[in-house]
Nanobody, 129 residues
Framework: EVQVVESGGGLVQAGGSLRLSCAASGFTFDDAAIGWFRQAPGKEREGVSCILGSEGSTYYAGSVKGRFTISSDNAKNTVYLQMNSLKPEDTAVYYC??????????????????????WGQGTQVTVSS
């Protein structure tokens, strides 16, 4: 059974940092694409960042580039999202998602919601001004 579980959300002041974790199981971690997405109230879910399995390529949305860093610990089957210089507009529920084969992700669609098949329940990130 595939499972994707996020943790690490919370309340932080603007300019602060948080690290989110995504623990995955039920598939070969090295083969998977793991993505972080977020959804703010009244808005559509959007891609934030992703990492492509053992190939290691990373992708970022323009709004977070230079502030967020995605990384993986394959020994722990865990992907992290380090979020620095947080802004109030980063407030959202953050979701981790997985696609079990990174090689089948369509080029240019690495941060598209419909490229991912398995989703966690989400973790709330709130940035106060």
């Amino acid at each position: 059974e595939v499972q994707v579980v996020e943790s690490g959300g919370g309340l932080v002041q603007a300019g602060g940092s948080l690290r989110l974790s995504c623990a995955a199981s039920g598939f070969t971690f090295d083969d998977a694409a793991i993505g972080w997405f977020r959804q703010a109230p009244g808005k559509e879910r959007e891609g934030v960042s992703c990492i492509l399995g053992s190939e290691g390529s990373t992708y970022y949305a323009g709004s977070v580039k230079g502030r967020f860093t995605i990384s993986s610990d394959n020994a722990k089957n865990t992907v992290y999202l380090q979020m620095n210089s947080l802004k109030p507009e980063d407030t959202a529920v953050y979701y981790c998602a997985a696609r079990t084969s990174w090689q089948t992700v369509v080029a240019g669609r690495q941060l598209f919601v419909d490229e991912y098949h398995y989703w966690g329940q989400g973790t709330q990130v709130t940035v106060s001004s």
